[in-house]
């Protein structure tokens, strides 16, 4: 591959648990992943876990300590520059904020379409307060609009 590219190689590795024992952080399918990731040697390796309601309810999130325990374990054998953990590193090296609302209601059912959004999430992706955030999602609950799961501690809204 890096003979045919001249660009960067970043992989993303998503990190899950689910019912009836499906995991990848544990036993051979943990080492099988470490070593593919040696195998490829990326500029750049991002190490995540599904923050937000994916398509599948029964995949869940790791807790913020099995991403840094996989973390280190690559840090034995990569760089510890070409890595990036979600919730401890900014990806973006700062918030995408919309610069003006045209429709406040609007641009917020537009998000909703991309992905389920936590209330922090619209704000800090729209560039408002937390609380014009709530009220804004709160209406469109209450129109019909969008509907809220909880998921672990975090409350989604999401497009119906």
């Known amino acids: 591959m890096r003979k045919e590219t001249n660009g960067v190689i970043a992989l ?7 019912e009836r024992g499906l995991s990848n952080i544990k036993g051979k399918p943990r080492k ?16 995540y876990t599904p923050w937000r309601p994916g398509s599948v309810s029964t995949i869940r999130a790791v807790s913020k300590s099995v991403l840094i325990d996989f973390g280190k374990e690559l840090e034995s054998v990569i760089d510890s520059k070409k ?25 917020t059912l537009t998000l ?12 800090q992706s729209l560039g408002i307060l ?4 709530l009220r804004t999602l709160d209406q469109l609950v209450e129109a019909g609009n969008i509907s809220k799961e ?11």
């Open 83 to 107: 890595l990036w953990i979600y919730g401890l590193h900014d990806a973006r090296g700062g918030n995408v904020r919309w610069k003006v609302h045209s429709d406040l209601i609007d641009d």
């Open 12 to 18: 993303e590795v998503m990190l899950l648990e689910g």
């Open 150 to 160: 909880k998921i672990g501690e975090s409350v989604f809204y999401k497009k119906r």
């Open 112 to 123: 909703l379409k991309r992905r389920p959004c936590r209330v922090i999430d619209v704000s």
């Open 32 to 47: 099988c992943r470490v070593e593919g990731i040696i195998d490829i040697n990326p500029d750049l390796v991002q190490i």
């Open 130 to 133: 937390p609380a014009l955030a």
